[in-house]
């Protein structure tokens, strides 16, 4: 049967948008306990031309017949596990349903979340990592904050969450879809801009009162960002004139030792969705090419700010909106987050010019189209007063 269930893993992956069509060879199924009468882990273990193994967590869930399949499928049996305390299923809060209809998203990328009715959602993990996800981490610390979803439960199983269970966000509207249209209309987004400044400070105060804090070196971090801006300058002719400009923005944090906390690590428009007029910030995973422990290491909380912040570029350029329509909707999101509206911080500058050279390689590689909206601040730095 392990020949035969490898097999049938293996089929499913590759056929699988959370696989992403990567060549490797499956070489062992790990099972794990059971959750019940018909419900278990199993982890596809899957080698790599390179020779490193990756895990690759399929719930399943066993027919009348004896035969499993994905439970994602069927996803009422992961619902009542939790709702049972089955083994390996921690539960959060007390009112978990167990009777609610099972609905698998279609739009499914890295992982896999089903719905259960209007009122929960579990997110299964697909490619593990061992320990705790730090979703699942941040989610707890931000219980009751009103500013994410609510934690109900995860699974768990030998100390690595493999599924997390959030509260469902009723009629939800994307907030890059959101700033991109009123963008294209012309409408103006700053009371939205301002309150998801609030929300992202509150994110930030929580973190930093529950989790605690640390510091990190100015001098180590500039390095870094020069680093990186050498790299991006090697392969982007377009932003040579910026180089002597952006080293200046890097130096002037290069003496400062920088407060640090848990952050949300990888910000942006496309993790905020605006649900019965609150604005909720989700997917705390961070940057999914990072690893745990680099998602778990303290940074500023600038360097989520800075990426709304060149969100906001994007969508005023997805829309064709004016320079003034970005100018307002930067002021309104930095004042809401409390830090002056001319974005006239240094620490800011800098993680806004690094992640501007990222964009600078992503859009050159895969959209040169958009190229245009990093050299934009690029050019904001030569003419910035």
């Known amino acids: 049967m392990s020949g035969e269930l490898t097999a049938r893993l293996w089929d499913l992956a590759v056929a699988s948008r959370w696989f992403s069509g990567r060549a490797g060879r499956p070489v062992d ?40 399949f994905d439970a994602c499928d069927r996803g009422e049996a992961m619902l009542r596990a939790l709702a049972d305390g089955a083994p390996g299923f921690e539960r959060y809060r007390a009112d978990v349903p167990s009777d609610l209809p099972a609905r698998r998203y279609t739009g499914e990328q890295s992982n896999t979340s089903v719905f259960f009715g209007d009122e929960l959602l579990v997110k299964v993990f697909r490619r593990l990592e061992p320990g705790r996800s730090v979703d699942v981490e941040l989610h707890h610390a931000l219980a009751g904050t009103g500013v994410v979803a609510e934690l109900y439960g995860a699974w768990v199983w030998e100390g690595t969450d493999i599924a997390v269970f959030l509260e469902a966000l009723h009629q939800p509207v994307d907030g890059y879809v959101l700033a991109s249209q009123y963008a294209r209309e012309g409408r103006d987004f700053t009371d939205h801009a301002h309150a998801l400044g609030e929300a992202l400070a509150t994110v930030h105060r929580v973190l930093a009162e529950r989790l605690g804090g640390s510091t990190i070196d100015g001098a180590a971090l500039a390095a870094d960002c020069r680093a990186r801006f050498a790299a991006v300058v090697g392969e982007v002719p377009e932003v040579r004139p910026f180089a002597e400009a952006a080293d200046e923005a890097f130096a002037r944090i290069s003496h400062d030792t920088l407060a640090a906390q848990r952050v949300h690590g990888d910000c942006h428009l496309g993790q905020v969705l605006l649900s019965e007029g609150s604005w909720r910030y989700v997917d705390f995973e961070g940057e999914p090419l990072k690893s745990m422990e680099e998602r778990r290491r303290p940074d500023s909380p600038l360097r989520d700010v800075a990426g709304m912040l060149r969100s906001f570029a994007y969508a005023r350029a997805a829309g064709g909106a004016s320079h003034e329509w970005l100018a307002a909707c930067r002021a309104a999101f930095l004042a809401g987050y409390g830090l002056p509206a001319d974005g006239s911080d240094p620490v800011l500058d800098a993680y806004e010019t690094d992640k501007a050279g990222y964009e600078a390689v992503y859009e050159a590689r895969f959209r040169p189209e958009l190229l245009g909206v990093p050299l934009a601040h690029f050019e904001s730095l030569i003419t910035k007063p």
């Not at 596809?44 to 193994?53: A, C, K, M, S, T």
């Open 29 to 68: 199924v790990e099972l794990g306990p059971w959750a019940g009468p018909d419900l278990r882990p199993a982890i596809l273990v899957v080698e790599f031309d390179d020779g490193h193994r990756e895990r690759f967590h399929v719930p399943l869930l066993y027919g009348d017949d004896g035969e499993p």
